[in-house]
T-cell receptor, first 114, second 111 residues
Framework: ETGVTQSPTHLIKTRGQQVTLRCSSQ?????VSWYQQALGQGPQFIFQ???????GRGNFPPRFSGLQFPNYSSELNVNALELDDSALYLC?????????????FGPGTRLTVL | QQQVKQSPQSLIVQKGGISIINCAYE??????FPWYQQFPGKGPALLIA?????SEKKEGRFTISFNKSAKQFSLHIMDSQPGDSATYFC??????????FGTGTRLQVFP
């Protein structure tokens, strides 16, 4: 059983650019959530995908968007990057409807916006 | 009402001692309370979790104590080891909704 994987590990972009981050779910998991973790803070929920549709969203603007593919892998896209978007972006997978709904996190992508 | 308040912000414990981290919540609809351990440069790893139906759960050296009436829960790390040095996050969740994280506690265990 493979865990959650994310790519790339690190990324440097300039303000105004666009970025795509990728995530592969843990085997057997059908739900993917994305979180943003600023330095020294707890992760903040961005959105969640189930059956290729967004089924929950946190307090993030529309320039944060995502996709989930039939194999349950996922992308996070951020347009018009701002300096405050610099953070660790975490993907978490889970199995919808199971008791507890434990989220299992990947290692994250460190995004730096200059 | 969606916040989870965590304390202390940092904790220094001697090897072999007990580390205690506390969290409080307001929303009584939360039904799942996990603790995550995070090492620098890594994603959070699920450590232990509890549901409101029980007041305590123990896994090895890690114990969650849950007080439903006070809306508080805590993580106890017995016989703390230098390898336990990490940042610990409490979290809360309603069924199939997102995790709400606390602000984290940086634990340092000295030999």
């Amino acid at each position: 059983e493979t865990g959650v994987t994310q790519s790339p590990t690190h990324l440097i972009k300039t303000r105004g650019q666009q970025v795509t981050l990728r995530c592969s779910s843990q085997s057997g998991h059908n739900t993917v959530s994305w979180y943003q973790q600023a330095l020294g803070q707890g992760p903040q929920f961005i959105f969640q995908y189930y059956r290729e549709e967004e089924n929950g969203r946190g307090n993030f603007p529309p320039r944060f968007s995502g996709l989930q593919f039939p194999n349950y892998s996922s992308e996070l896209n951020v347009n018009a990057l701002e300096l405050d978007d610099s953070a660790l972006y975490l993907c978490a997978s889970s199995l919808q409807g199971t008791s507890g709904g434990a989220r299992f996190f990947g290692p994250g992508t460190r995004l730096t916006v200059l | 009402q969606q916040q989870v308040k965590q304390s202390p912000q940092s904790l220094i414990v001697q090897k072999g001692g007990i580390s205690i981290i506390n969290c409080a919540y307001e929303n009584t609809a939360f039904d799942y309370f996990p603790w995550y351990q995070q090492f620098p440069g890594k994603g959070p790893a699920l450590l232990i979790a509890i549901r409101p139906a029980v007041s305590e759960k123990k896994e090895g050296r890690f114990t969650i104590s849950f007080n439903k009436s006070a809306k508080q829960f805590s993580l106890h790390i017995m016989d703390s080891q230098p390898g336990d040095s990490a940042t610990y996050f409490c979290a809360a969740k309603m069924t199939d909704l997102e995790l709400i994280f606390g602000t984290g506690t940086r634990l340092q265990v000295f030999p």
